[in-house]
């Protein structure tokens, strides 16, 4: 909720239902869990559902600041494994807070006779910090801009769902970037990987920037 600047909240559990508020400074109410099967007055949980949301749209989002009132970014929590978040102060965290790509990455590669990249199988010792909810780095249906961590690099990750299908899109347009390799960084991105990313079969690209030279009139 802190890093995404959000008043309030809701845990759903198997038999349950906790419902969040935040304030600054580090502040947080939860309810009683309240079962699932509530259907006693003076509420159900359908209509709780509906009055958190008017809420939430009523009230905007929150953002964390300090005592002088600077605001405060703190980094990601990490989904994959148990360590400790960050702090709502920005104290350093073990977390990395991204995706880390398989070790069965396939990477851009310089030949041998220079000139031409190949694809090669290695480990790739990065991650991926991904918040594809954010509308700022939403680039389209599949596309979305996420950092190269540790270096922190701006690229642009598209996805493909493995729930619903193979990788032969992904490949397929994998092999599309390999035969442009002499506009990677002009007119097309350049190509880093192709890597399986969670759930999704996915290939990051170099981040550029098109300027368009058109007079209105």
């Not at 989002?61 to 405060?72: F, R, S």
């Not at 350093?92 to 880390?100: A, H, K, M, W």
């Not at 442009?180 to 969670?198: M, Y």
């Amino acid at each position: 909720m802190v890093r995404n600047a959000k008043r309030y909240g809701i845990l759903t559990m198997v038999n349950g239902w906790v419902f969040l508020m935040r304030q600054i400074g580090g502040r947080l109410f939860m309810t009683q869990l309240i079962d699932c099967q509530c259907m006693c007055p003076p509420f159900t949980i359908l209509q709780v559902l509906y009055y958190i949301s008017a809420l939430a749209s009523d009230h905007g989002h929150l953002p964390e600041t300090d005592d002088q009132g600077n605001l405060i970014q703190i980094e990601l929590a990490d989904s994959k494994y148990p360590v400790v978040a960050p702090s709502v102060t920005g104290s350093p965290s073990t977390s990395s807070g991204s995706s880390l790509a398989p070790p069965t990455a396939t990477i851009i590669w310089p030949s041998q006779t220079g000139g031409q990249y190949s694809l090669v199988q290695q480990t790739l010792g990065h991650g991926i910090l991904l918040e594809s909810w954010l509308s700022a780095n939403q680039c389209g249906g599949k596309s979305f801009r996420a950092l190269l961590t540790p270096e922190r690099k701006p690229v642009i990750v598209k996805l493909w769902d493995g729930y619903k299908g193979s990788s032969d899109f992904r490949d397929q347009e994998v092999q599309i970037y390999m035969v442009l390799q002499e506009l990677w960084g002009n007119q097309t991105p350049l190509l880093v990987c192709s890597a399986n990313i969670d759930f999704c079969y996915g290939i990051i690209l170099d981040e550029i920037y098109v300027f368009t030279l058109f007079q209105w009139s």
